[in-house]
C-alpha cells in the first residue's frame, strides 16, 4: 500500500477525486457508477486499492461506501489493510468492520487468519519478532465484532502451539480485547507462571467479568508471587477487599523474599491506607527489593491520602 496517495491524477489511470465523486453519485446512477468503478479497479487494482482506502476514511453514502467495501473484500484487499494504522484510525477501522460484518458473517476468522498469515508467515507459527501491534489491532476489531465462536478454534489452536513467552504477549492483547471467560479459563491453568501473571494483569485494564472473579479466587492461593499479589490487587478493586487485606498482611511474612516484595508492591496498588502501619515495619527491618518496595509503597499511599485529604476541605 502506498501511503503517499493524493488526489493527483498519474497517467490518466485514477484519481481520489474521481472515485469519490462516483461513489457519492452511487445511488443516484448505481449500474453506471458500479461498472466505472470495476473499470478503474480492473485498469489499476493498487491504485484503485490506494485511492479506495482514501475515500473509504471520509463520511461517504452508505450505498456507495458499501458497494466500494464490497470491491475491496472481492479482491482480497480489504481484510489486509483493515489493521493497518498508517490507513484507518481505530474508530475508522471498528466503523467499517462492522459494516462488513453485516454481509460477511465468516469475516472474524477471516481476518484473524489473514492477520497470522501476514504477521507470522504462511505457516502461523508466533516468533517473536511478529507484528505484535498489528495482532493486537486485529483483536481489538474481532473484539468490538462480538463473541463469535469462529475465531474460539483458531485463538485456542494458537495459545497452545507457542512457545511461553508468546504465550505470555498474547495472554492480555487476548483477555483485554475479546471479552470471553474462556479465556481466562485456558490462560489460568498455564504451566507457566509468567502466561499466568499476564493474563491477570490484564484485570488492572478491563473489569473481570463474574466468571473470571471466580477464576481470580483460585489464582490468589497461586504459588508464583506475582501471579497471587497481582491477583489480590485485583479483587481488592473489585469488591473483595477483605479478602485482599488478609492475604496481604499474611504474604508480608512469607519466607520468600521476592514473595514479600511483590506483596510490598500490591499493598501499594490496592490504595488501602490501613496497609501503611506494615509497610512501614517493612521498611524498616527488612532488606534489598522488599525494603525499596515498601518504602515506595508507603510513599503512593501517602500522596493519595494527601489529595484524598485536598478534596474533602475542598468539597467542605
Known sequence: MDHSVTTSSSNGVITHGALLSLIQGFAGSPAASGRAVREFADRAPQRFADAACLVLREAVPEAGRNFLLGILMERDVFLK?????????REKALELAQVVHRTYPNVESQLLRQALQDVMGPGAKPSEDADWEKLHRVLD???????STRVMPILTNLLRSSTANIRARLAPMIICSIRN???MRELASD???????????SFLTVDPLAEEVELLHKLAADSNHRVATTTLVVLSRHGDRDLAEARLLEFCHHKDPAFRAATAWAMGKTGNPRFLP?????VREEQG???????????????EQATA???SNEAA
Do not use: T, Y
Open 81 to 89: 489493510v483493515l489493521p493497518d494504522p498508517k490507513i484507518f484510525v
Open 141 to 147: 476489531i474481532l473484539g468490538h465484532m462480538g463473541h
Open 181 to 183: 471467560p474462556q479465556w
Open 191 to 201: 504451566v507457566d507462571a509468567q502466561v499466568r501473571a499476564n493474563a491477570v494483569e
Open 278 to 282: 506494615e509497610l512501614q515495619r517493612m
Open 289 to 303: 527489593d522488599v525494603k525499596r518496595m515498601a518504602f515506595l509503597s508507603c510513599v503512593s499511599l501517602r500522596k
Open 309 to 311: 485529604a485536598a478534596s
